[in-house]
């Protein structure tokens, strides 16, 4: 028997690879003699440089840069097994991960780190690029990004601006003589699965600013400053990213690179699963363990549960669920090819321990879910 497990990362908790070998050692107790395939996956958020990676036997390159509150962070980029494709993961860089929840600040966040990994990648010859960013600290608009990319952004007074989401209001004059020319050399796939626009109440700031940090006075202002912003870009590009599905992105460098990149966007998870060929690993496989930290409605939105799910669906091949958490709204996995969700937690017991016991509660939960399974296989 073929069993295809392909998590998500269990966030603070295990990376996907990690959820994955926990899960195959769930399962391996249950039935010894299967045959297990293992599948790391993401959908554009934290992990998706390593899925991809780890899918095509690439490499990691470690790079100094700016972190989102502009302390230097050591960050990485990635380089698939093609030689050729370089994937970097906006959260390495200007990441909620490399912020403490007490010092988060969207007025100051920046994506300049991120633009420091690109112009790296461009230095060392790469020319065609997966942009994960997901998990973004920021709602500067991707200002920073175009910054250490070499574009400036002046006040009134022909000053360059500082950074953050904050300095937006300020600007004046963007001035791209100095963009970096390589970037319309290349080429730019951008791993996300967020509709939402740059401005307004589904924009950036109202939508994801207070998980980074911001009140209700900061969100008014972020979200009047990108509008600033914005109006901006329309005047200079010609392009109007006020109301644009996917602008309001990561704080925005949604709408930057859709305004000064040869870019396309897609789902997080679709990137995911054609360069790990999850869809030729799932030929003959019998049922599918896929999982996350959370799962809720949410879900059904392009995370990677569902992602996995609908393409299990297309060869009629079960799908069991494993999550830390299981919230509102599961009832619509159903019908997209979730056969169950089952919470890996098993008795009372803190947020804390429940990530710390995470690989023992995961492979429990798998060995239980296997053994049911295999019950129903056999009397069938």
Request: charged share 25%; proline share 3%; with cysteine.
């Amino acid at each position: 028997m073929k069993i295809v497990i392909a998590p998500d990362s269990f966030k603070g908790s295990m990376t996907a690879l990690e959820a994955a070998e926990a899960i195959e050692r769930g399962v391996k107790k249950a039935m010894p003699s299967c045959e297990t395939i293992i599948v790391p996956v993401a959908d554009g958020g934290e992990g998706t440089m390593e899925s991809l990676v780890s899918a095509t036997n690439g490499r990691k390159v470690e790079v100094k840069v700016r972190g989102p509150l502009s302390d230097m962070v050591k960050a990485q980029y990635g380089v698939l097994g093609d030689g050729e494709t370089c994937v970097i993961e906006m959260a390495s860089a200007s990441g909620l991960c490399l912020i403490q929840k007490e010092k988060l600040n969207p007025m100051v966040a920046t994506t300049y780190g991120t633009g420091e990994l690109i112009k790296r990648a461009l230095d060392d010859g790469y020319r065609t690029f997966i942009l994960a960013i997901g998990g973004s600290a920021t709602n500067d608009g991707g200002t920073g990004m175009l910054q250490a990319l070499g574009m400036k952004l002046l006040d009134a007074d022909g000053q360059s601006i500082g950074l953050g989401g904050g300095e937006l209001s300020k600007i004046a004059v963007i001035d791209d003589g100095g963009f970096d020319t390589r970037i319309n050399e290349s080429r730019f796939l951008i791993a996300s699965d967020v509709q939402n626009p740059l401005v307004g109440e589904n924009g950036a700031s109202y939508v994801f600013g207070p998980q980074k940090g911001a009140n209700e006075e900061m969100v008014e202002l972020l979200d009047c400053n990108l509008h600033h912003w914005a109006d901006l870009v329309e005047s200079k590009r010609g392009i109007r990213l006020h109301e644009k599905p996917g602008a309001g992105a990561a704080g925005g460098i949604g709408g930057a690179f859709q305004a000064f990149f040869p870019s396309e966007t897609k789902r997080g998870i679709d990137i995911v699963i054609s360069y790990s060929k999850l869809e030729e690993k799932l030929r003959g496989s019998r049922c599918v363990f896929t999982g996350e930290g959370q799962i809720d409605f949410q879900t059904a939105s392009g995370k990677t549960p569902m992602g996995v799910a609908e393409e299990a669906k297309k060869k009629g091949i079960p799908v069991f669920a494993l999550a830390g958490s299981i919230g509102k709204g599961i009832e619509v996995l159903y019908e997209h090819g979730i056969h169950s969700v089952h919470s890996i937690v098993n008795a009372p017991m803190t947020l804390q321990e429940a990530m710390d016991r995470g690989g023992e509660l995961l492979e429990c939960a798998a060995e239980q879910v296997m053994r049911t399974y295999i019950t129903s296989y056999i009397r069938d």
